[in-house]
């Protein structure tokens, strides 16, 4: 079973690995965008220190997910991988040893809720619009009137009574 929390600089100590499963439905925003929480997360990370001393986990963690596809508005089976590379800091003022594209995740009170980085990990993996590879369009919704169909009634001219203000030439 995933713990919920864990110490990010005791499991760095002891260069923890993470390798399981987990049930989908364990994951309550995750859900809120997918069909159902049939299905389990896989969980494989490390905890190590850098040259810096600074804690870090490594890892991937990968799903199935169901979703709307919104060509057809069906079911899409969609595969989901999240490849980690996160920095814990227990302050905000570390943040300034990393790159700028360093990611990382201030925590407090030495734990790390790492159920909640796992989903974010996984949430941002999703695709921006789940979709079939191959699949046709529902039927549009409105039915737009074909040429044949009764002539659009003219519409009067705004400006024709401006037309009779204006002084004539001829006077």
Request: glycine share 4%.
């Amino acid at each position: 079973m995933l713990p919920h929390y864990v110490d990010p600089g005791k499991m760095a100590e002891q260069s923890a690995q993470l390798v399981l499963r987990t049930p989908l439905a364990a994951f309550k925003r995750l859900r809120e965008v997918t069909l159902g929480d049939a299905g389990e997360v896989s969980v494989q990370l490390k905890f190590h220190r850098d040259a810096r001393g600074v804690p870090n986990v490594r890892g991937v963690i990968t799903a199935t997910v169901e979703q709307t596809c919104q060509r057809c508005m069906n079911a899409v089976t969609v595969p989901l991988q999240a490849d980690v590379n996160v920095f814990l800091l227990n302050d905000e003022v570390y943040a300034d040893r990393l790159s700028e594209d360093d990611d990382y995740v201030v925590f407090e009170d030495d734990r790390l809720d790492l159920l909640e980085l796992i989903e974010d990990e996984l949430i941002m993996s999703l695709p921006l619009v789940a979709r079939h590879e191959d699949c046709q369009p529902q039927a549009a919704l409105t039915v737009l009137p074909e040429a044949d169909d009764e002539p659009m009634p003219k519409k009067e001219n705004p400006f024709r009574v401006l037309a009779g203000l204006k002084p004539s030439d001829t006077e």
